[in-house]
Nanobody, 121 residues
Framework: VQLQACGGGLVQAGASLRLSCAASGRTFSSRGMGWFRQAPGKVREFVAAISWSGGSTMYADSVKGRFMISSDNAKNTVFLQMNSLKPEDTAIYYC???????????????WGKGTLVTVSS
């Protein structure tokens, strides 16, 4: 399985970005996809997750109401729409695939390389 995340960039506080994660190499209709982020000097933390069917989503409290995760099964792609970005959202964002929809990074066994999001104040 290969996961390729893209869409990061440098934006000002209050702006929006849309991250994409394209998956290849394996059919994963029964698996879950997640987004995590890691800021400098901090542990990798959960952001959002979605079941591949799209029927189940979950979010970290810090992004609820601002971020939305979605999927396009036909394109094997998961998206993270990030609105009202804050400087504290600055991090490398990683997409991951696991056996279920989970907020634990230990439940994911495939990871993309990450895309950098920088939010200036």
């Amino acid at each position: 399985v290969q996961l390729q995340a893209c869409g990061g960039g440098l934006v000002q506080a209050g702006a929006s970005l849309r991250l994409s994660c394209a998956a290849s190499g394996r059919t994963f209709s029964s698996r879950g996809m997640g987004w995590f982020r890691q800021a400098p000097g901090k542990v990798r933390e959960f952001v959002a997750a979605i079941s591949w069917s799209g029927g189940s989503t979950m979010y970290a409290d810090s992004v609820k109401g601002r971020f939305m995760i979605s999927s396009d099964n036909a394109k094997n792609t998961v998206f993270l729409q990030m609105n009202s970005l804050k400087p504290e959202d600055t991090a490398i964002y990683y997409c991951a695939q696991g056996d279920s929809t989970s907020d634990s990074r230990y439940e994911y066994d495939y990871w993309g390389k990450g895309t950098l999001v920088t939010v200036s104040s």
